[in-house]
């Protein structure tokens, strides 16, 4: 896998990916002047913003000696290749080239649709004509000025299908989170159902503890809380987890609320760009209750869940999940759900084409 700044080893196409669909190709503040190199689903893009500010992702291998033309740098608003210097404009085409008597070759990188919205960048890596914009899920509050977000992103070992398990079995956070333990998730009343190309997780809990870490947040430690969860799965890997608790009593619409997005897009069968953010809608402009938050959640999902699913997804050795027969828990309904939604939304798809 790649580090940060770099570009993982690919071995030809291992994995298999639904194309046409939006994934969350990373924060849009984060792509400034400097370009970026990626990989998603196996495939090199390089990102970059035009002589408009206007963000771009074309094929992020340049078609001359195979550099990574997100490492370059823009000029005269085209992506200049690093290593000797053809520039490409934000369709694909080679617009300039440097050396002596040459025209620039007619060549032409793959132009990804990407979209700006909801302070993400979206990626479509199918069949551009089939990109609507329309079918970005709607993360709406994440750029609604009522909710301030605490916010990360991380390049994280493993196939991008074991942390969706993750978010939408929540009963992990009694045994890898201590910090965030809460009856709620393993003996609390738990539904798991499907509704189109959607998956949910819910989970309710009256009069109990809600997690420690969230009690010293919202300053309710030790009282107990009435407790709502419900996690949305979109296809193919970006998650909505609405957790709201209150004073017993307080209907559901009334609890404080805490928004998170989970968006997992693979880079490839191994690895998986995670970003995550979590919103509330009180406590605005409060510094020490973001970062309060911000350093909870940062530890419990890059120091917790990370090297668990990084370990099993080593001990999986490339197998396929259905093939190694997984047990099937409680827990598992919203899971299972996603995960036979996609593999049926993927079969569709290669049909298709
Ligand atoms: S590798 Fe890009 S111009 Fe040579
Ligand atoms: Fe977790």
Redesign the pocket.
């Known amino acids: 896998m790649g580090t940060n700044g770099s570009i993982p080893k690919l071995s030809g196409q291992r994995g298999t990916y639904l194309r046409n669909t939006w994934y969350a190709a990373g924060w849009a503040d984060e792509l400034g002047e400097t370009p970026q190199a990626k990989v998603f689903l196996e495939e090199p893009v390089a990102l970059f913003r035009d002589g408009d500010g206007v963000a771009k992702a074309i094929g992020g291998r340049?078609?001359?000696?195979?550099?990574a033309?997100g490492d370059g740098r823009v000029i005269e608003g085209a992506l200049a290749?690093?290593?000797?210097?053809?520039r490409f404009d934000g369709a694909g085409a080679c617009v300039f080239n440097p050396h002596q008597g040459e025209a620039p070759p007619k060549v032409s990188l793959p132009a990804y649709p990407l979209i700006e919205r909801y302070r993400l960048l979206w990626i479509w890596m199918g069949d551009a004509a089939k990109a609507d914009p329309a079918l970005i899920p709607d993360f709406a509050w994440l750029d609604d000025p009522a909710w301030e977000a605490v916010r990360g992103a991380t390049l994280a070992e493993g196939h991008y299908e074991l942390y969706t398990d993750n978010i939408l079995d929540l009963s992990h956070a009694n045994f890898v989170h201590p910090a965030l333990v809460a009856n709620a998730f393993t003996i609390g009343e738990r539904k798991f159902w499907q509704d189109g190309e959607r998956a949910y997780s819910r989970y309710t809990r009256e009069n109990d503890y809600i997690s420690p870490a969230l009690a010293a947040v919202l300053g309710v430690e030790g009282r107990k809380q009435d407790y709502f969860g419900e996690v949305t799965w979109h296809a193919p890997a970006n998650l909505f987890f609405d957790y709201r608790s209150g004073e017993p009593g307080t209907p559901v619409p009334e609890m404080k609320a805490l928004l998170s997005l989970h968006a997992f897009t693979p880079e490839t069968p191994d690895s998986t760009h995670y970003l995550w953010a979590t919103a509330r809608d009180y406590a605005l402009g409060d510094t020490d209750f973001s970062e309060g938050l911000r350093s909870a959640l940062a530890f419990a999902f890059e120091h917790e869940d990370l090297p668990i699913i990084r370990d099993a997804h080593r001990l999986m050795a490339g197998r396929d999940f259905w093939d190694m027969e997984p047990l099937v828990l409680s827990g598992d309904g919203g899971g299972i759900r996603a995960r036979r939604l996609l593999q049926k939304m993927i079969k569709a798809e290669a049909g298709d084409a």
């Open positions: 340049c078609p001359h000696r195979f550099a033309l290749c690093p290593y000797h210097g053809l």
